[in-house]
């Protein structure tokens, strides 16, 4: 009786002793993203020198402005946002049916090494990924050379290029949430769907989905945010393809403005704000 007593007191006291060893790293974390992110929102209000190159804190809202009315941007912004979200689309149609798969139906032995697979590209450098597709996607790579007899070819590099990319750089990512999920619905429920004589389908759509929702819209948000972002891979496999990204890479490089290279960040982060509140809407997040 008196170790029951003593471990379910000390339990609570590691608790709070392991919750206040997390605060102060999350809380360090935390105020220097929330300074990094006020730094640039307040530097897109400022001008450069256009004898010095420098940079001048002059207020002015011409960059905010510029990048909301010229043409360039708008168009470099819907191209961007259409591309993340089709890379998101198409990573939640691969991952369903592979997460259900890996949890639902392989063995455990097979499940581990699925788990293993998924995982296994994360080990690899992006780069090293990034210019794998490059070499698959070159005028005599691999699909060029499996595509002729068909009288097909390689889309070469492009936004095919950019979308093939980025959908199995960030896969991973989407099929890891959605399998914990798929692993948290209890077989008792398949089972008694079946006994009810409901298809497959129909369960999957009646039963799985809802409970699964939170956990897609998981891995929505991993796809969608890390597409909306990328600039590596567009320039080395999207050609003359232009994103967010790149626009704001070129700005702080090239162009040396960094004002308005900040005033160009502001869209994604919009547009990021924009999905999480629409997804905060539905309620998936609350059963994450």
Do not use: C
Request: a positive charge.
């Amino acid at each position: 009786m008196t170790t029951h007593r003593v471990s379910g007191f000390i339990a609570p006291r590691r608790r709070l002793q392991l919750a206040g060893l997390l605060s102060a790293p999350i809380l360090w974390l935390g105020l220097v993203y929330i300074v990094a992110l006020a730094a640039l929102l307040v530097t897109a209000f400022w001008t450069v020198d256009t004898l010095t190159g420098q940079v001048q804190v002059e207020w002015t809202t011409a960059n905010v402005v510029e990048v909301l009315t010229g043409a360039l941007y708008r168009t470099v912004t819907l191209r961007t946002l259409g591309i993340a979200l089709l890379v998101t689309l198409i990573d939640v149609m691969v991952a369903v049916p592979v997460a259900f798969f890996m949890a639902k139906i392989a063995s455990p032995r097979l499940r581990h090494v699925l788990v293993i697979a998924v995982l296994a590209p994360l080990w690899a450098s992006y780069l090293v990924k990034v210019y794998s597709w490059r070499a698959l996607l070159s005028a005599d790579g691999i699909i060029h050379w499996i595509a002729t007899p068909f009288g097909g070819d390689t889309p070469g590099y492009g936004i095919p290029a950019v979308v093939m990319t980025l959908s199995y750089l960030w896969l991973p990512f989407v099929i890891m949430p959605i399998y914990a999920g798929f692993d948290r619905v209890p077989d008792r429920l398949l089972e008694a769907s079946a006994d009810l004589g409901a298809k497959g389908a129909r369960t999957l759509i009646a039963v799985v989905l809802p409970m699964i929702w939170p956990a897609i819209i998981a891995g929505s948000i991993f796809a969608f945010s890390l597409s909306l972002g990328d600039y590596l891979a567009t320039g080395i496999v999207g050609g003359t393809t232009q994103l967010l990204g790149n626009l704001v890479y070129t700005n702080v490089g090239a162009a040396n403005n960094l004002p308005l290279a900040a005033a160009i960040s502001l869209i994604p982060i919009a547009i990021i704000l924009l999905y999480l509140a629409a997804v905060r809407r539905t309620g998936a997040l609350r059963s994450l």
